[in-house]
């Protein structure tokens, strides 16, 4: 485990209080461990925006070459705004983007309230 994450990286946001993004990332096959080096760069992209609160990446263990995306957001709009229409995130595209087939479909969900662990 890294010491320097923060225990409030592995906390969900709670409803009213931040939104997850979800995403399905299917990567070329072939190209897996390239796009593995491209995210520990971009991640420092992400982790630099306004709103933001902690991602994961992993690797799906059945299906080669897919991983799933999870970004926890202050509000929706830090990421379909703030992170989406910024110079920054075309510094992520030019990271990533190229490694996916088909694009990823990109959701996001809020905590339902009284089912929190």
């Known amino acids: 485990m890294n010491n ?3 225990s409030t990286q ?19 096959a072939g190209l ?10 971009a991640q420092k992209i992400i982790s630099s925006m306004e709103g933001y609160i ?9 299906v080669e070459n897919k991983y799933i995306l999870l970004v926890n957001w202050k509000t929706l709009e830090a990421h379909t705004e703030g992170f989406r229409e910024s110079a920054e995130y075309q510094d992520w595209k030019k990271l ?13 969900f809020e905590m339902v309230e009284g089912c929190k662990a």
């Open 10 to 28: 592995f906390k969900a946001p709670l409803r009213g209080l931040g939104v997850l993004e979800v995403a399905i990332l299917n990567v070329k």
């Open 54 to 62: 902690s991602h994961q990446l992993q690797k799906c263990i059945e």
């Open 32 to 41: 897996s461990a390239d796009f593995e080096k491209a995210f520990s760069e």
């Open 4 to 6: 320097n994450i923060t």
């Open 96 to 108: 990533l983007h190229h490694f996916y087939d088909p694009f990823p479909t990109v959701e996001h």
